[in-house]
């Protein structure tokens, strides 16, 4: 089992900039992704990374907004979002998976998920 506790979430106006953590511990883990989820609706996969060599891969909504990256000594994955806007609002959560592939998208592919942290993005 892999416990993920998130962090960093908050209050930011519209094209403002938020990180969130996520840090891990307990096995080592292959793939970490981040989702998000605004009230009734389904999960939405936002982007994932690899541990082994940092691959990425983003949804198009986020694509060129956001980034995300680890710190492996911190046994931390983050997310950079820059350029935020409304729609962005929604609760994020960080998920562990044990491989890297197309997979990654689906909230299926992940078998440990942190608290989730909110962000609100203000117009």
């Known amino acids: 089992q892999v416990q993920l506790v998130e962090s960093g979430g908050g209050l930011v106006q519209a094209g403002g900039s938020l990180r969130l953590s996520c840090a891990a511990s307990?096995?080592?883990?292959?793939?970490m992704g981040w989702f998000r989820q605004a009230p009734g609706k389904e999960r939405e996969f936002v982007g994932a990374?690899?541990?082994?060599?940092?691959?990425?891969y983003y949804a198009d909504s986020v694509k060129g907004r956001f980034t995300i990256s680890r710190d492996n000594a911190k046994n931390t994955v983050y997310l950079q979002m820059n350029s935020l806007k409304p729609a962005d609002t929604a609760v994020y959560y960080c998920?562990?998976?044990?491989?890297?592939?197309?997979?990654?998208?689906?909230?299926?592919?992940?078998?440990?998920w942190g608290q989730g942290t909110q962000v609100t993005v203000s117009s």
């Open positions: 307990g096995r080592t883990l292959v793939v």
């Open positions: 998920a562990a998976g044990p491989s890297w592939g197309p997979m990654v998208v689906d909230v299926e592919a992940y078998d440990d």
């Open positions: 990374i690899k541990w082994s060599g940092g691959s990425t």
